[in-house]
């Protein structure tokens, strides 16, 4: 089966648009985040398993749970799937439980939307974010793909400090300071420390 990459993103969420439009569904607004957001936006030239959607977009209510998909959403994901030769769970809301936890103070204001047609629109975080999100995800998950994708996005000593006093509110266990200041040992920062 093939990858989301660099060379083919723009391909998948074209078709996704086109078989939204050829059921006469409603349109969507997704957040992407990951791996596809970071190829999207030109950060890294990679490959991805899936695409994950953390939220949905409403023109009142701003960022929603994105859960459950649609059902007309999930049909077009599943004939991309088909006619593309991914995984069938390419596009899935694995990360939608980061919308409930909490985020970034104006990360709705800076996402960057993109259109396809008229029945699709996705939503691409700001740099600042995917800074905050990716050192999130290192503390979680270790070094790899995750730091790799960190240091592409070059953060200053400022946006990693804004992004360290972030994931500390990510969880309340006593030890979990201590593994956030281990972790940017680890990346080279551990300069940092002191100022989270």
């Known amino acids: 089966m093939k990858r989301v990459s660099t060379e083919n993103l723009e391909e998948v969420f074209t078709a996704l648009a086109a078989f939204l439009e050829q059921a006469d569904a409603p349109a969507e607004s997704l957040v992407v985040i990951g791996g596809a957001a970071m190829i999207a936006l030109g950060f890294v030239s990679r490959t991805t398993r899936d695409v994950d959607i953390m939220a949905g977009v409403d023109v009142e209510r701003g960022m929603v749970d994105p859960r459950p998909m649609s059902a007309a959403l999930r049909a077009a994901a599943d004939a991309v799937a088909r006619e593309m030769d991914l995984e069938p769970n390419w596009l899935n809301t694995g990360p939608a439980d980061q919308l409930m936890a909490g985020l970034p103070e104006g990360f709705l204001d800076r996402l960057a939307r993109r259109n396809y047609g008229t029945g699709l629109a996705i939503y691409y975080p700001d740099r600042l974010d995917l800074i ?3 050192l999130f995800a290192v503390v979680d998950q270790g070094l790899g ?3 790799r994708d960190l240091e592409a996005l070059a953060p200053s000593d400022e946006e990693l400090v804004l992004a360290g006093r972030w ?3 990510q969880d309340a266990g006593e030890v979990f300071p201590q593994i956030v200041a281990e972790t940017l040992g680890k990346l080279g920062h551990g300069h940092l420390v002191e100022r989270i």
């Open 132 to 134: 905050h999100l990716k």
């Open 145 to 147: 793909r995750h730091s």
């Open 167 to 169: 994931v500390l509110t």
